[in-house]
């Protein structure tokens, strides 16, 4: 086991050169290979054609230029304004159809009643006055339910008064 009072291994073996002498070595190695500095261009072969100035890269002779596009796109990026908000109360419904049958087959005194209060919602709706049609819509609901309580007595009573009858 090494201690650590000694100097650790050298880097560089001893018997070869630093990397800066190498280097150097390469460089006049290559210019002595090639004087001018440069690879030159292999002669251009039938088909292609050089289009570097000799630098070595060829390319077909076919092949069309590259087509630009020439149009342009402009997008317009909008954001929402801030403005008022609006809540818009649908209308009521307004219970017409239910005011007319039990009008028919219940009771026609208070039928009628629900059939007024249910045209009253539906003329205020169409006026925009949705809180008024609402409130008539409310009273033909309960003229329907009281007409309906009315034809289920009537029912009650015909039948108790045909059963004592016999």
């Not at 090639?34 to 261009?41: K, R, S, T």
């Not at 570097?52 to 342009?72: A, D, E, V």
């Not at 026609?108 to 006026?127: D, K, P, Y």
């Amino acid at each position: 086991m090494a201690s650590f009072s000694e100097p650790p291994p050298p880097y560089y073996p001893s018997n070869q050169p630093l990397l800066e002498q190498q280097g150097q070595q390469y460089v006049n190695q290559f210019v002595q290979q090639n004087p001018h500095g440069f690879v030159q261009a292999q002669p251009s072969k039938e088909g292609f054609r050089d289009i570097s100035s000799s630098y070595g890269y060829t390319q077909q002779s076919q092949m069309p230029p590259p087509i630009m596009n020439t149009t342009t796109t402009n997008v317009v990026v909008c954001q929402a304004q801030a403005g008022p908000t609006l809540i818009i109360n649908p209308a009521p419904y307004s219970y017409m159809t239910p005011a007319i049958l039990t009008c028919l087959f219940c009771c026609w005194c208070t039928g009628i009643a629900a059939i007024i209060a249910a045209s009253m919602s539906q003329r205020q709706s169409s006026e925009m006055k949705y809180d008024e049609a609402r409130r008539s819509a409310n009273i033909a609901r309960i003229l329907i339910l009281v007409t309906i309580c009315c034809g289920i007595a009537g029912v009650i009573i015909f039948v108790a008064v045909s059963a004592a009858g016999q």
